[in-house]
C-alpha cells in the first residue's frame, strides 16, 4: 500500500503519540512511526477517554454492533459519543488522512477482536475508525503504515 499524505494535518492515535490514554494506564509511544511523520502536522485524539471512560479502565471487545467489557457491561454509548466527537474534531480541522492503533475496539483498522476476550482476530474495523472512514476519511493502521514506508 501506498500512502500519500498531503499537506493536511493527519490524525494520529494519541497513545501511538505516547500519551498515556490506554486501558492500561499506559501510552503506546511508537518512535518508528513517529520519526517517518515528524514532517506532517499531527493531530492526537483519544476517543475512548473522549467518551468519557476513565483511565485506566477494563478492556472492551466489539460483539456484534456492540461494545463490551469482559464482565457483560456495555458500553457501546461511550465508544459512539468519543466516535462521534472525535470524528467532528477531525472534520472541522480539515484531516483526511488517519493513522490508527492497530486492533483497539475504537481505533482499530482492518483487524479487530472477535469480543470472546481470547486474542482471536478477525476482519473489522474499530467505532472510531467505522465513523472516520463513513466521513471520507483515509484510514490505515500504525503497523500498516510502518509495513508500506519499510518495504
Ligand atoms: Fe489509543 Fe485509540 Fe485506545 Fe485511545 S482509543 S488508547 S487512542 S487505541
Same mark, same amino acid.
Request: glycine share 10%; net charge neutral.
Given at each position: ?8 494535518? %493527519? ?25 517517518? !511523520? ?10 475512548? %477517554? ?36 472525535? *470524528? ?31 486474542? *482471536? ?7 472510531? *475508525?467505522?465513523? !472516520? ?12 503504515? !510502518?509495513?508500506?514506508? !519499510?518495504?
Amino acid at each position: 500500500m501506498n500512502l500519500k499524505i498531503s499537506s493536511n494535518p %493527519v490524525l494520529i492515535s494519541a497513545c501511538l503519540m505516547g500519551e498515556a490514554c490506554r486501558f492500561d494506564g499506559q501510552g503506546k509511544h511508537n518512535s518508528e512511526l513517529l520519526e517517518l !511523520l515528524k514532517d506532517i502536522t499531527l493531530i492526537p485524539l483519544c476517543p475512548e %477517554v473522549e467518551g468519557g471512560l476513565p483511565i485506566p479502565r477494563p478492556p472492551a471487545e466489539i460483539r456484534g454492533s456492540g461494545v463490551f467489557k469482559e464482565n457483560g457491561e456495555d458500553v457501546s454509548d461511550a465508544f459512539q459519543k468519543g466516535a462521534s466527537v472525535c *470524528t467532528e474534531k477531525s472534520v472541522a480541522a480539515l484531516v483526511n488522512q488517519a493513522i490508527l492503533k492497530s486492533r483497539s475496539p475504537a481505533c482499530g483498522c482492518g483487524k479487530i477482536y472477535d469480543g470472546s476476550f481470547s486474542k *482471536t482476530l478477525i476482519d473489522g474495523d474499530g467505532i472510531f *475508525t467505522q465513523a !472516520l472512514k463513513a466521513a471520507g476519511i483515509n484510514c490505515i493502521s500504525d503497523e500498516q503504515y !510502518l509495513k508500506s514506508k !519499510l518495504r
